[in-house]
DNA sequence: CGCGGGTGTTCCGTTTACGGAACGATGGCA
DNA sequence: TGCCATCGTTCCGTAAACGGAACACCCGCG
């Protein structure tokens, strides 16, 4: 399960030097507005420190970027033609929701096992044209188009115009 | 005692104990496989510890989660009876796309005035009974429905059932 | 040449997040 | 009923993240 997940704040330190230095904003005066030590934010941009929840979320103020610009790391669930970036995970009541971004090379395509009943899978597509839905009776749709189908059969994904599917995945799991 | 902690470490602790127990993991559990103190992760969920960045990406880890899903903070807007939580931002050659959450309270409604022409919105529900759409030709959509509309001109959206709307809504803008 | 204000790094004492162990509470099971 | 496993919390010694200060360095200016 580990597989090869880069450790995730050998990350975050480059990416802040990266906005800072973007912003034209020196070290010094970084660590003045998210009121932080200088030791730590050096550090913290070295690498060579273990940076507290606290710390991050005044750097990241003090950068005027959401917290999550720093951490993000794209857990990428790269299969044969669908590379899918995980959003975010809801948890609402009933059901429980995982929000995907999908990329889809022009022409390729790919299909996915069945997963458990009462699972289903919304699509709405930025660019490109989606062929998906169940491998007997899959639909298609364009930019701003949008497709549903049932995630317990077979089903597939497909970019089938000339050009990269870009699409969000919503992906509902009933309890 | 007072610990205080700023905003963002507030909202970690339940949402890691929301994702451990909508999987059935006992705490101690997920100590085991994020390779933890049960005394971190018992101070992490109740709010009374600051956790690292090393802390926190294990958590995600062992749960099978991003990192972005435990930090995230959102962005929210909030109308006379929606709110919505800016998720996310695509910039994909033709159109720009912005991802939101939207909740709605039992009951409420909220009219909207016209965005510029060509802009159309996408809403798919998690829960409740919503109605949205052109002011003259609504569309409704339960659980695990889909309505889309053009936002070019005056449109709504209510929750006519009779608990809260849940849904995520995606606006397109086109160049 | 100084000199003052800026940079980023390193040192150091204090604070605190960490893991391990002990704790009381709870839940089968014989 | 006792027994034992597991639950989540609390206690405590250690490791380390923190802020402040000292540091070397680089400029623009008189």
Known sequence: MDAALPDGAAHVGPRVRALRSAQGMSLSELARRAGLGKATLSGLEAGTRNPTLDTLHSVAAALG??????????????????????????????ATYELYRMRIPAGAAQTSPPHHAGVTEHATVFAGELRAGALDAPGTAGPGGYLEWTADTPHGYAAIGGQDVHASLLIRYPR
């Open 65 to 94: 970027v959401a917290l999550t610009a720093l951490v993000s790391e794209s857990t990428r669930i790269q299969g044969a033609a669908v590379a899918m970036d995980l959003l975010r995970v809801f948890d609402d009541g009933p």
